[in-house]
Nanobody
Framework: QVQLRESGGGLVQAGDSLRLSCAAS????????MAWFRQAPGDVREFVAK????????YYLDSVKGRFTISRDNAKNTMYLQMNRLKPEDTAVYFC?????????????????WGQGTQVTVSS
């Protein structure tokens, strides 16, 4: 079992930056692919970015490319999402997810561990 806990959300203005963190615990095997998803009110959960277990492979939603950066520090069992030049349409609850294995795809169905989410609100 893996427990995930997100932090770092908040209320910011358009153009500002935030860094989300996802702390993993419970499973000493670090070979988990991880990802960030987000869900706005009334919308389905949307893939944002993913990273392979060693950080070698990353992949982003087109609308966040060049603004968001996913990374991980396996020594700290923590994944990050650096979000720059935030836009009002980035407003959502952001969730981190994990699945055992080197890498995974952008589908939420592939991930079996989820955090509780952290709210990001971007005002115009």
């Amino acid at each position: 079992q893996v427990q995930l806990r997100e932090s770092g959300g908040g209320l910011v203005q358009a153009g500002d930056s935030l860094r989300l963190s996802c702390a993993a615990s419970g499973d000493r095997d670090i070979s988990h692919a991880m990802a960030w998803f987000r869900q706005a009110p009334g919308d389905v959960r949307e893939f944002v970015a993913k990273i392979s277990w060693n950080g070698g492979n990353t992949y982003y939603l087109d609308s966040v490319k060049g603004r968001f950066t996913i990374s991980r520090d396996n020594a700290k069992n923590t994944m990050y999402l650096q979000m720059n030049r935030l836009k009002p349409e980035d407003t959502a609850v952001y969730f981190c997810a994990a699945v055992r294995g080197y890498d995974a795809g952008p589908s939420a169905a592939e991930y079996n561990y989820w955090g509780q989410g952290t709210q990001v609100t971007v005002s115009s």
